[in-house]
């Protein structure tokens, strides 16, 4: 059950779900049933997706989960990819033209970065690149902006809010975070990237600088956050998430170069110690 949990990203989808939520709360906005949802959506969607899209490093990375997506290729595009994103679209109109184009370009960056769609012309400038996720750092950038998006932007556009600095600020902490994940699975996936010709920071820098990059820059984040909470432009609760630097810099230190599943079983948990973080953050900002 678990296993089942696991590959089919639920997991990722219940936490930026999770996420919206606390976002909502920390804004002091109203937890919208239909934004969680989308978001929801927007996720399991885009991740069922990206199974269908990574058989050559999957084959290596992650050989039963690449049988089990293409076993099921047909239910993931037709009823699952098109038919969501769909449905996000029509459920972000009601909420006005930002709500729908914010959603939709959350689902646009999604379609690029996993689908070879890009023309000849195009991909010959950008060194045989078909997609957005062939672009050596595009690839862990990428992500970060449609979970920024998603979890800070969605819940304040679909109350019809402003983007005000305060937004773009915690906007930038969650791409910041998010980026962090991102490096960490392609240290735990650096042996089927290689294989498939795919370069990333994890397999162009070495194992102990990615781990020193993803430290240093944990703690720059980590001090930009407090001084932003220190100056009152952020409220008191922000200090809270200074946990996630913390989560980063003591999970990125526990990797180990040649032990793959170890890593693999180490980032499903840290999806499980985000959720936790993004509950507590919740109920801290609630009172």
């Known amino acids: 059950m678990s296993h089942y949990f696991f590959r089919n990203k639920l997991h990722l989808s219940l936490l930026s779900a999770l ?14 049933v239909w934004t969680l949802l989308c978001v929801f959506l927007l996720t399991f969607s885009i991740y069922q997706d990206n199974r269908l899209t ?10 039963e989960g690449l049988k089990n997506a293409l076993e099921n290729r047909k239910l993931i595009t037709y009823m ?9 679209l029509v459920i972000a109109f009601q909420f006005g033209q930002p709500a729908f184009w914010a959603t939709a370009l959350v689902i646009f960056i999604g379609y690029l970065y996993n689908h070879k ?13 078909r997609r957005l996720k062939d672009i050596y750092i595009v690839k862990n950038l990428t992500p970060p902006l449609d979970w920024a998006t998603a979890l800070v932007f969605l819940p304040l556009l679909f109350e019809g809010r402003q983007l005000s600095l305060m937004a773009w600020i915690c906007w930038g902490y969650v791409f910041v975070c998010a980026f962090f994940i991102e490096v960490m ?12 010709g795919i370069k990333t920071i994890a397999n162009t820098l070495s194992f102990p600088q990615t781990k020193q990059l993803l430290i240093i820059a944990s703690l720059i984040s980590g001090t930009l956050i407090f001084y932003f909470t220190f100056t009152n432009i952020l409220p008191n609760v922000t200090y809270f998430l200074l946990a996630n630097n913390a989560a980063v810099i003591v999970i ?17 948990l840290t999806i499980l110690l985000a959720t936790i973080l993004f509950l507590s953050f919740a109920l801290i900002a609630s009172f």
């Open 19 to 32: 996420g919206a939520a606390s976002w909502s709360i920390y804004f002091d906005i109203q937890v919208n």
């Open 54 to 63: 990574d058989e050559a490093e999957d084959a290596a990375n992650d050989p």
């Open 80 to 88: 699952t990819f098109y038919p969501l994103s769909v449905i996000c």
């Open 117 to 129: 769609c890009f023309p000849p012309f195009l991909s010959k400038h950008l060194k045989g690149a």
């Open 185 to 196: 699975w392609d240290m735990r996936d650096h042996r089927g990237d290689l294989l498939s």
């Open 252 to 268: 990125a230190s526990m990797y180990k170069e040649r032990q793959e599943a170890f890593m693999r079983k180490i980032s499903d």
